[in-house]
C-alpha cells in the first residue's frame, strides 16, 4: 500500500517542523488543523504544511529501528529511507525529489497522527506562503505565525453560521466633492501600487474608501478594509452592509469564537467578499484580493503584542504585492514612516481639504490648567451648557481609565504601586479598588499609609471615573455615558451606548482613545480634551508622535455638520509646540518636525528598529541574559557585513517588572532592512538561550515600555 507522509508545524516556539503518517480514516490535506502526538505529550494540535505521498508500500523498505522525536531533529541517526530492499527503487525515489529530512527517517517508526480536525483546508497556499513570510519576517515560528493567522473557535467543527442583524440595503453613493473625485480616479486609474489619503478629519476620507470598494467588487476581486478600533467596525459594518449587503464579513476580537470561525468559513467560501475587522482581520482567507484598505493608518492598535509582534500594515504591503492588489492608506494623522514614504514617492499622495457634510473645522481654545483644580474648567463648562441649551452634545477626551491613576502619601512622597510590577495602582471607585492595569493585580484602598502609617493619602491624577464624578456634581441635569475598557466589558454596551449618542440620547460622552478613532456623531458640538499634555514625558520617541495625533483626532469629533464647533484643549503645558502645532492642526509642519528630530537621533523612520526584551522572575537571571546576548551581538558587529549595527543597552526597561517578570532589553539599529535581519539571523543562531529566560524579538516596535 503506497505510503502518505505530512509535515506538521506546531504553535510554540520551536522552528523545526515534524513529519509524521498520513493514514488516518480521514485524509490530512494541506492547510488542515491535525492532533498529533509530540514528545511526552499524546495530543497536540498543529498545522500540516506539507503533503508527500509515496507509491512505494512499507514492505519494500528495509526498515531499520529509531522513530523521529524531538531530538531527533538535532541528531538524525536513522536509516534512510532511500535504503531500500530492491535496487531498482532509490533511483526511482531519486526521482520524486524527496525532501531531505524525510529521507533520513525511518518510515516503520514515524509516528502517525490522532486524527484530522478539519472538514476542509483552512489555509490555501497563497495564505501558507503569508505565514512563511510572517515568521521569518518577524522571528517566529511557522506554526506560531499559522496559530495568530487562525481566529480562535471553541468548537472544532461549524456547521451553520450565527445569524446576522438585518440590515436595509441601499446602493446609493454619495456626490464626491472634487478632491474625492480627483482621489477616486486617480486610484482606479492604476491596477495596483500604494495610495494615500491624507485630510483633515471629516473630509470624506471613508466614502473614497466605499466607492473604491465598490469598483473593486464590480470587478470581481474582494476587499480587505482595516480599522484600529472595535468600535469603529460597527459603523462601518453599517455603511458598507448598506451598500454591499450580505457581502459584507465581521472579524474582531468581540466575536463569540463560533461567530468568529463562521465569518472566516463564509470568506473562505467566497460568500463574502468585502471584510471589515481590526489588526488581525489582515490574515482573513480572501480569494481574488483587489483592495486593501486601512483607515487611521497612523494608530499603534496596528501592531500585535504578541508573537507575532507583526505590524498591519507590513503584512497589507507583502498580501497587496503578492496578490497584486491596491494598497489605499488613510488618515488626519499620518504616521512619520508613511508621510515620508510619501515624500520619497513611494506612495502616492492624495490631499482632502473640505468637509462635504456641510461642516467646518472647529475652533480651538487652549486652557492653561497651571494653578487651577478640577478637570472641568470655567470655560469648557460654560460650553457644555451652551450645548445642552443648543440641544447638542459634547464628548470629554481623557486617556486615561479609573478614578485615580496614583494614590501618594502626602508625609513620606510613597506611591502605592503594584506588589508585582513597578507601576503604580490606578484606583477605580466603583469597585473600592486599586488596580494594576498590567497584571490584574487588585487590592481594597488603604486607609492609611503601608509606608509609614500616615492618613494623609491623596490623589495625584485622575481618570474618566473622575469626570464622571465632577458631571454628576457640576451638571446634574446632563445625562451622560463613559467608553473605555472598562465599561465596554459588558456585552451590548459599546454598540449600544454609541446608538444612544448618534440618536441624541445623550448629552456627554467621557471616553478614552475609543471616542478619538474615526467615529461619526453629527450632534456634537463641544470636545473638552483633559490634560492633554499626559504622555508628553514617557519614555519613548513615539511619546510626542502620540500625543499630538490624539489631539488632533479628538478634536475632529467637533462640527462635522454643523459649522460650529469648539475644542477646548486643557494642558498645564501650552506653551509646548506638540500642543501648539496640535491646536492650530498642522499636521504637515508637526511631522516635518519630528522627522527632523527623528534623523538626528536616528530613530525610525531614518532608522529600523529590533527590540530584544529579556523577562525572567529573577532579576539577575534577565540581566545575565541581556548582558550576554549583548556581548555576542558586539562580537558579531565587528564582523562584515555587520558595521552598519548600532547597539543599546542593555538597560531595564522603563517597565522593569511586569507580572513579577523583571524585564531587560536590547535595542539594534540600522539604515538597511536587510542587514538588520540578518544581524538578528545570525544572532539567533549564533547563541543557546536560557530556559529560565523568556525573550521577545519585536521588529519595528511601537512601543518602547
Not at 146 to 163: C, D, G, H, N, T
Not at 207 to 212: A, S
Not at 427 to 449: D, F, M, T, V, W
Not at 677 to 700: C, G, M
Amino acid at each position: 500500500m503506497p505510503m502518505s507522509f505530512v509535515r506538521i508545524a506546531y504553535p510554540i516556539p520551536l522552528e523545526e517542523t515534524f513529519w509524521y503518517r498520513n493514514d488516518t480514516s480521514t485524509r490530512a490535506e494541506i492547510g488542515m488543523r491535525v492532533e498529533a502526538p509530540l514528545g511526552r505529550r499524546a495530543k497536540v494540535v498543529g498545522y500540516v504544511v506539507e503533503s508527500i505521498d509515496i507509491p512505494v508500500s512499507e514492505n519494500e523498505l528495509n526498515l531499520g529501528a529509531e522513530s523521529q522525536d524531538e531530538s531527533s531533529a538535532k541528531k538524525p541517526k536513522l536509516t534512510q529511507l532511500t535504503k531500500l530492499a530492491k535496487p531498482e527503487l532509490p533511483a526511482y525515489l531519486e526521482k520524486l525529489e524527496l525532501p531531505t529530512d524525510l529521507i533520513k527517517l525511518e518510515p516503520s517508526k514515524i509516528r502517525s497522527i490522532n486524527r484530522v480536525i478539519d472538514i476542509e483546508p483552512l489555509f490555501d497556499n497563497e495564505m501558507l506562503e503569508l505565514g512563511r513570510w510572517v515568521a521569518s519576517m518577524y522571528h517566529c515560528s511557522l506554526g506560531e505565525a499559522l496559530s495568530a493567522m487562525l481566529p480562535s473557535a471553541r468548537r472544532e467543527r461549524l456547521e451553520i453560521a450565527e445569524q446576522f442583524d438585518e440590515i436595509e440595503v441601499s446602493r446609493t453613493p454619495l456626490v464626491l466633492t472634487e478632491g474625492q473625485k480627483v482621489a477616486l480616479d486617480g486610484i482606479l486609474a492604476e491596477p495596483r501600487g500604494m495610495f494615500y489619503l491624507y485630510g483633515p478629519t471629516g473630509t470624506g476620507k471613508t466614502e473614497v474608501f466605499l466607492q473604491l470598494a465598490d469598483a473593486t467588487l464590480s470587478m470581481g476581486l474582494g476587499v480587505l478594509y482595516l480599522v484600529p478600533e472595535i468600535a469603529l467596525t460597527r459603523q462601518v459594518e453599517q455603511d458598507a452592509r448598506a451598500r454591499f449587503g450580505e457581502q459584507c464579513a465581521i472579524i474582531h476580537s468581540r466575536l463569540t469564537p463560533s461567530r468568529k470561525l463562521a465569518e472566516w468559513r463564509r470568506i473562505a467560501k467566497k460568500e463574502a467578499r468585502i471584510v471589515i475587522g481590526v489588526r488581525s482581520a489582515i490574515f482573513a482567507p480572501i480569494s481574488n484580493l483587489g483592495l486593501i484598505i486601512i483607515d487611521e493608518e497612523h494608530d499603534g492598535s496596528y501592531k500585535s503584542g504578541t508573537t507575532p509582534r507583526y505590524h498591519a500594515r507590513q503584512v497589507a504591503m507583502r498580501r497587496a504585492n503578492l496578490a497584486g492588489a491596491r494598497l489605499v492608506m488613510g488618515s488626519a494623522t499620518p504616521s512619520p514612516e508613511a508621510w515620508q514614504a510619501c515624500e520619497e514617492g513611494q506612495m502616492r499622495r492624495f490631499n482632502l481639504s473640505n468637509r462635504p457634510a456641510g461642516g467646518s473645522f472647529p475652533e480651538i481654545h487652549v486652557i492653561d490648567m497651571r494653578g487651577r483644580h478640577g478637570l472641568i474648567s470655567e470655560e469648557l463648562a460654560e460650553a457644555l451648557h451652551a450645548a445642552k441649551q443648543a440641544g447638542r452634545q459634547s464628548i470629554l477626551f481623557l486617556n486615561r481609565r479609573g478614578f485615580a491613576h496614583t494614590l501618594m502619601c502626602q508625609t513620606c512622597g510613597e506611591q502605592l504601586l503594584c506588589k508585582h510590577c513597578s507601576v503604580p495602582l490606578t484606583y477605580h471607585k466603583a469597585s473600592n479598588r486599586l488596580i494594576c492595569h498590567y497584571c490584574g493585580y487588585h487590592e481594597i484602598k488603604p486607609r492609611a499609609c503601608p509606608s509609614c502609617g500616615s492618613l494623609d493619602l491623596a490623589w495625584a491624577s485622575y481618570g474618566t471615573e473622575r469626570i464622571e464624578e465632577e458631571l454628576n456634581e457640576g451638571f446634574p441635569e446632563m445625562s451622560h455615558a463613559r467608553l473605555d475598557t472598562d465599561t465596554t466589558n459588558t456585552k451590548g454596551y459599546l454598540e449600544n451606548t454609541l446608538l444612544a449618542f448618534r440618536n441624541g440620547n445623550i448629552d456627554i460622552l467621557v471616553g478614552t482613545q475609543m471616542v478619538a478613532k474615526g467615529l461619526n456623531f453629527p450632534g456634537v458640538r463641544v470636545v473638552g480634551i483633559l490634560m492633554a499634555d499626559q504622555g508628553l514625558a514617557m519614555p519613548d520617541f513615539r511619546a510626542g508622535e502620540r500625543v499630538f495625533s490624539l489631539i488632533v483626532q479628538v478634536a475632529g469629533r467637533a462640527g462635522r455638520h454643523v459649522p460650529d464647533g469648539i475644542v477646548f484643549i486643557q494642558t498645564k503645558k501650552p506653551d509646548s509646540p506638540i500642543i501648539q502645532l496640535a491646536a492650530e492642526g498642522d499636521v504637515p509642519c508637526f511631522l516635518e518636525r519630528e522627522l527632523q528630530i527623528r534623523r538626528q537621533l536616528e530613530f525610525p523612520p531614518a532608522r529600523r528598529l529590533c527590540r530584544f526584551v529579556f523577562r525572567s522572575k529573577s532579576a539577575k537571571g534577565a540581566r545575565n541574559e541581556a548582558s550576554k546576548y549583548a556581548d555576542l551581538a558586539r562580537r558579531i558587529v565587528c564582523i562584515s557585513p555587520f558595521e552598519d549595527i548600532d547597539i543599546l543597552g542593555p538597560a531595564e526597561c522603563p517597565l522593569a517588572v511586569v507580572a513579577d517578570n523583571h524585564r531587560y532589553q536590547l535595542i539594534f539599529k540600522a539604515a538597511r532592512f536587510s542587514d538588520l535581519q540578518r544581524f538578528v539571523k545570525t544572532l539567533r543562531h549564533s547563541i543557546e538561550p536560557t530556559s529560565s529566560v523568556y525573550i521577545e524579538i519585536d521588529i519595528d516596535p511601537v512601543q518602547m515600555m
